[in-house]
Structures are given as structure tokens and as C-alpha cells.
DNA sequence: CTGTTAGCGCCTTCAA
DNA sequence: TTGAAGGCGCTAACAG
């Protein structure tokens, strides 16, 4: 078994008080001569003090939550890993849930961690346009346990509550905007889920950049996707069908999936399609035909989400939203001039 | 605050134990009434028990630690998906650690999880052919506190000890052996860090590959890689200047980099050179040119870890070890017959 | 300078 | 069928 407090305090015939003292830099009191006793044996004894009965007394667990959609997933990966590593400089550790598709789940989660008494939580859902009942559960849960909250979409900040947010908007926008530039006049558009704020913001801000070349919106051109490969494959088709000659795919997936569909319809990237993605995976630059894409930074999110948790944690009551973070785009090879000499047969060969 | 079984007790007009007792399912002891009127009031108060508390005095926790590298490798990433969810339907939850390439923190993160009551931990990490020092101390320290430990690598099952093993060995000889088949006789290898074990018997494997066809170990067909893209990229030169006609590499990244070196030198895949990779990320068939690669099944990996592990936590003293997992070998599109009538000089253009 | 006392929230004998 | 008392390991007033 391991040593406890107790075991320190027999061993230097001195009472568990003064033990616990010295070992947590309170006020110098203490001797010398005891105090370096106690050291001693303590590291002798190899006494490390059990974090649930400090955590129950002093209500302070060094401990934040976090819950993830899916941990496999790059940017949710990506989120974990800089959490992690952030609470770690802090000396905090991390308890970690997925709860996959299960909104309940995520729920489950709140309750367990904050049994556990974390001090924090940072909650990477993609919200919808209007919060679930379960979402605001959640959000109450936190509320009412006084439980530092960070979330990665627009919402309400609170004394304990706050979001870090990203442009989607903007994203689209730039992605879009970049092909139009490049003389494209028919440009399609793969979107995520219409449920989810950030996959319609991304929408919002291709419709922007068609507005302002005044371009017509054309709902042919608009293909939903699920933020996934098959979309993707299964979306040029139809953007071809309406006459796009360029594509711009809400996610890095589904821009695979189109490069996918390219081959199989004998058409080249950029020459006969122009392609951007949105994400800036690692892959993207690595691909044949490297892919242009608007950067999604997880790692800035994740950093900046754990710096206003770690605000509130130590008091702050600095309510201010912070500036969204601003997307990049990142011009590479999938994209090139609208070239009005490629004859639309030879464009949709086979 | 939050509602404590005191004021559950207090509500009820009853004493602390009758509580504690029904709402733990304990020997039904109680009169129905009574248990009723507990059960509502605990709902309707919303009660629910500090887990901190709780495992105080019972010594259970239902937490496990888990400790990896690094979160955002895709195979760590997928690891630590399938354990946290098996964990939740255990009704676990686990603690994550990362401890980039500081053994030093894992031990740290050894310490800290123990001292918040673990019941086990996963550490998945790939260990040198000797274990360094820390290694050997994290080890003690867990067989010390009696803390179910699972790895990935050979080592010693002890009472508290099990490894899910993979077997890399055959891994790479799996990929030699079908490129001999295909005709190949300088086949060249990128290798992982060499002191690795999994990389080692990669290139073990490797070797047998080529003993069994007879065909000679060339020194300058084996080029030390960091499991990185640029290793491939710099070693694919090396090889080819060494006659090489197929590239085995110990990692799909690495394969990655041989894809772009290829491009770059103009040569085709698989018509110069035929290459097999090891992991199949799900990229694998999404490229160009779909890559052969062997299965490093992160999840079978992680599940049989978690099953082992809670054997050891609900008691299980069945210290056999488990036969390795096997890998497969998934045939793809960069790997081709040998052609002897592809020139040499056209086989290295430029 | 140091020890006593009182809990934190909960479980668990033992007694009523 | 229920309750009182003790303790898990630790911290924190408050005394000495």
C-alpha cells in the first residue's frame, strides 16, 4: 500500500498537521530541522498525497473534462492532443469522453465528469442552428454546477461560460471567392449536414462571393454532403449535370471523394474541374494534384479554448467574445483559370 | 451546490446509512416505503454521489489511465477511440496522457493517475529493444501498486501485467514476400527509428522475405527512415541508386514520401517501381495510385488491450499470454509484376 | 513552532 | 427495518 500522510507523520514522531504544512509550502513556520525531516522521509517513504481525499476536502481536483464527438477524427484529434498538452504545462490532468453520435452520451459525460469533480470542460460539439433539448441540458448542468465551460460555437458566454469561434463563413467565402477570381462562373458546392450551424455558415459564405460577382445562385449547383468521402464521390456527378467547372467541398473528405469521382470519369484537376477543400488535412499537399483548401486550425482552437478555460478557472471574469479566428486559404494545385477553350464535351468526356 | 446524501437523508426524515444502503442496491433490507420515498427524493434533488468521496473509502474509481505519444497519430488517435468507448460501456472513464518524447512525463503521468485512483492502465508505447530506465521504473511502479497494466510490447506478463502484441515480424514479411512473388529482386527497405523493436522486426521480417527466395541482403538497399513523409522522400535516391525495383516502407507516411520522390524523379507507380506501406490509413485507397499496405489494426489492438485489462480488474489471474495479432496484407494498385523490359534508363529518367 | 479538533461526502460494520 | 459511530486520507481553523 502506499504511504500516507499518516505513515510520514509516525515516521518523523511529529503530528500529521505540521506534515501537511511543510508539504504544501505553507506558510514557514515550521524548523528548519523538521521541515527537512519531513522531506526526507516523505521521499523516502516515496509519499505522494491521494488526489481523491485532497480533492474532497479542498474542492481543487487539478482536473478539466473534455468531450469530443470522435477522437479518431483529425481535427477533433488534433483538438485532444493540444488540451492535453496545454493542461499539462498547467499541471492539470485530463479526462477524456467521445460520445460519438449519442447526444445523450455527451450528457452521461457532463454528469460523470463533474461527479469527478473537474474543474473545467471543454465541449468540442458542432451545434446545431438551434440547440438540441440534450445541448441544453448540458449547458444548464454546467451552469448550475458553476463548472467553467468552453464550447467551440456561438453561444451565449456566461460568467462561466465562454466560446471560441471560428469564420466558416469567411471560409466559404475565401474558397469561393478564390474560384471566382480564377474566371469560374459555375461553380458547385458540396455543403455539410444542413442541420449544423458551421456547415451552413460555410454555405453562407459561398453565396456571399456568388452575390458579389453577382453570380445567380443556382440550387443545382448545390449538392448536401455529409462530411464525408461517399459525398463527395457521389456530388460531382450531379454538380457536372447543373455545368460546374469548379467545386468547392465543405471538407477535405469530400474533396477526396470528388478527385475519387474525377478519375473515374476520365477528368483531370485542375484542368478540366477546379477543386477546394476545406481543412487543410496534412494529405492535402501530398496528394498528386495538391489540394487547395481553406485552413482549419485545430491546434489555434484548441489553444485558445483552453486559455479562456484556464481564465475562468483562475477568476477572471473577463466575459469579453473574443475575436473569431480567421481562416486561410491555401492556393495549390487544384485550382486553375477557367478555361473556356476546354470544350464542355471534352470537360465531361464519357 | 450540489445535493449530498446528507440532505437526500435530511429530506427523508431518515438516517444517512438507509440511504447509502438503498440507493446502492445493498441487501433490500429496507421497507418499500421508505426505499420509495428515497428513490424519489434522490431524483427529484437530483442527487448524485461524489465520486471523489466515494472512492475514498471503497478504493474503486471506475477510471482508467491512458497513455500514449501522441494523441493525433492516426493510430494512437483510433486507439484511444475504441478503449474509451469500451471503457463507457464498462461504465469506465479514463484519464489521458500524452507524453510526446519525454519518457520522463509518462513516468509523471504514471504517478499522477495513480494517485487519483486508477484502477488500470493502458500504456501504448513502442518501446526500444532494451527498455530505457524510466521504462523500467514506470513498470515498478505499477507492479508496486498493484495497477492492472496493458501494453503493446513483448515484455513480462506478471500478475498485473499483460501485452497485446502485434506481430511486425511477419508484417514486413508479408510485404517482401509479395514483391518477390511479383518478381523483384532488389527490393529496397525503408525502416522505422532503429531502436525500435516494431521496427526491427519489421526489417526482420524483411529479411527472412529474402533468405527465403534466396536472394541476397544488400546493405544499400536498406535505408534508415524516423517513420516520417521526408524519410521516404530522401530515401527513395538512395534505393534506386542502389538498383532497387520495389520499395518496401515501415510506414505508409514513409510511402507517402516514396509517392512524391517518384513524381518528382518521373518515375510511375507501379510501372518503375512497385511499393507496398505498413498501417493502411484509410488515405491508402483514396490515392491516385491505391497503395498496398499491411494492416496495423489499431482497433482489434485496442479492444483486445481493454479486454485484457478489465480481466485483470475484475480478477482474472489468466496470465497467458495471447497470440499475436496477425496482420493481412491488402494488394492494391502500386504494386506490379517486375518488368525486365523496362530499361534501366527509362526505369531512372532524368 | 506545533498539535488538536473538525470536517469533506460517503460506506460499512455493529448495535438497536 | 433502521441508526450510530468510525474511518477513508487529507486540509484548515484554532489553540497551545
Redesign the pocket.
Known amino acids: ?1 502506499r504511504a ?3 505513515d510520514v507523520a509516525k515516521a518523523c514522531g ?5 506534515v ?2 511543510v ?2 509550502q ?1 506558510e514557514c ?3 528548519e530541522p ?2 527537512k525531516r519531513i522531506f526526507d522521509v516523505a521521499k523516502k517513504l516515496d509519499y505522494r ?2 488526489k481523491l ?2 480533492g ?3 474542492r481543487r481536483t487539478r482536473t478539466i473534462g473534455l468531450i469530443v464527438p470522435d477522437i479518431s477524427n483529425f481535427h477533433f484529434a488534433e483538438l485532444c492532443k493540444v488540451i492535453e498538452r496545454e493542461c499539462q504545462a498547467k499541471g492539470y490532468i485530463v479526462l477524456l469522453g467521445g460520445y460519438g453520435d449519442s447526444d445523450d452520451q455527451a450528457f452521461e459525460y457532463f454528469n460523470a465528469f463533474i461527479d469527478k469533480g473537474i474543474e473545467g470542460l471543454v465541449f468540442a460539439k458542432p451545434f446545431g442552428l438551434k440547440l438540441s433539448e440534450v445541448d441544453r441540458r448540458c449547458f444548464e448542468l454546467a451552469a448550475s454546477a458553476g463548472l467553467p465551460l468552453v464550447t467551440f460555437d456561438k453561444g451565449p458566454a456566461g460568467p462561466t461560460r465562454r466560446t471560441v469561434e471560428f469564420d466558416f463563413a469567411r471560409g466559404g467565402y475565401l474558397a469561393t471567392k478564390h474560384l471566382v477570381e480564377l474566371g469560374h462562373r459555375k461553380i458547385g458546392c458540396i455543403t455539410g449536414p444542413s442541420g449544423l450551424r458551421s456547415a451552413i455558415d460555410r454555405l453562407k459564405g459561398y453565396e456571399k462571393a456568388l452575390r458579389e460577382a453577382s453570380l445567380p445562385y443556382d440550387d443545382g449547383l448545390v449538392h448536401e454532403g455529409g462530411f464525408d468521402y461517399e459525398s463527395g464521390l457521389e456530388a460531382l456527378p450531379c454538380l457536372l449535370g447543373a455545368g460546374a467547372t469548379a467545386v468547392f467541398a465543405s471538407n477535405d473528405m469530400m474533396a477526396l471523394g470528388v478527385y475519387k469521382a474525377a478519375r473515374e470519369y476520365g477528368l483531370s484537376i485542375p484542368r478540366d474541374i477546379s477543386l477546394v477543400g476545406f481543412d487543410d488535412l496534412f494529405i492535402d499537399e501530398l496528394l498528386e494534384v495538391p489540394l487547395t483548401s481553406v485552413v482549419h486550425p485545430s491546434s489555434e482552437l484548441g489553444l485558445e479554448g483552453t486559455r479562456r478555460l484556464f481564465a475562468m478557472i483562475e477568476g477572471s471574469s473577463d466575459t469579453s467574445s473574443a475575436p473569431k479566428l480567421q481562416p486561410v486559404l491555401k492556393v495549390r494545385a487544384s485550382t486553375a483559370r477557367f478555361d473556356p477553350g476546354v470544350a464542355p464535351s471534352a470537360r465531361r468526356r464519357r
Open positions: 500500500m500516507t500522510i499518516k511529529i503530528s500529521i498537521t505540521t501537511s504544512l508539504l504544501n505553507r513556520r515550521v524548523s523538521t521541515r498525497p491521494n481525499a485532497v474532497l476536502v479542498t
